[in-house]
């Protein structure tokens, strides 16, 4: 099983601030990584597939980057919107697993 | 728009069984690969399960093999899953996700039902 492991689990941060989450898989995954947001008591969301394809919608402030067994999510210029837990999630090997989360705060 | 419903969830004793179904909208279901996930309270995103567009091809985690069985009624656009033998383990909000067309991400996710195994 591939483990994904995020970094930080939880960030406080400001507005306006820039924000980079990073997930490590235990092995090589290419590119099939991708990343969720899910805000309190709603269904995550697509923000990013494939490491660096950024999702139909998604404000373009959302970026990822990676391969292999690093990768990135940058926010830019953060907004109040943006409280949420941020989850990564690969599809290279089964059984798919997802990052523990990493949930950011805004001051 | 995509949509995907979701219903079924419930309070069950531990030991009991539940079916929950997800109707799908908006896209051809018979062409998209389709995904169980849960979440324990207060926890991260577990993958369950998936089925492709035939119904043909199907995966389990661990966790599902063996008491949990995915299916698909395409004239009804709807998937589904027979959950048995359930423990409080098994306590969780469960989402259906739809794969990207031809790829593997979740692009589309349901509004989540709470299973919730107790005495």
């Known amino acids: 099983e591939v483990v994904l492991t995020q970094s930080p689990d939880f960030q406080s941060v400001t507005p306006k601030e820039k924000v980079t989450i990073t997930c490590r898989a235990s092995?090589?995954?290419?590119?099939?990584l991708h990343w969720y947001q899910q805000k309190p008591d709603q269904s995550p969301k697509l923000l990013i597939k494939?490491?660096?394809q950024s999702f139909s919608g998604v404000p373009s402030r959302f970026s990822g980057s990676g391969s292999g067994t690093d990768f990135t999510l940058t926010i830019n210029s953060l907004e109040a919107d943006d409280a949420a837990t941020y989850y990564c999630?690969?599809?290279?090997?089964?059984?798919?697993?997802f990052g523990q989360g990493t949930k950011l705060e805004i001051k | 728009e995509v949509q995907l419903v979701q219903s079924g969830g419930d309070l069950v004793q531990p030991g009991g069984s539940l079916r929950l179904s997800c109707v799908a909208s908006?896209?051809?279901?018979?062409?998209?690969?389709m995904n169980w996930v849960r979440q324990a309270p207060g926890r991260g995103l577990e993958w369950l399960s998936y089925?492709?567009?035939?119904?043909?091809?199907?995966s389990y985690a661990d966790s599902a093999e063996g008491r949990f069985t995915i299916s698909r009624d395409n004239a009804k656009s709807s998937l589904y899953l027979q959950m048995n033998s359930l423990t409080a383990e098994d306590t969780a909000v469960y989402y259906c996700?739809?794969?990207?067309?031809?790829?593997?991400?979740?692009?589309?996710w349901g509004q989540g039902t709470l299973v919730t195994v107790s005495p």
């Open positions: 996700a739809r794969d990207g067309f031809g790829e593997s991400d979740f692009d589309n």
């Open positions: 908006g896209f051809t279901f018979s062409s998209y690969r």
């Open positions: 089925i492709d567009g035939s119904g043909y091809y199907i």
């Open positions: 092995q090589n995954i290419g590119t099939t």
């Open positions: 494939y490491a660096s």
């Open positions: 999630h690969q599809s290279s090997t089964l059984p798919y697993t």
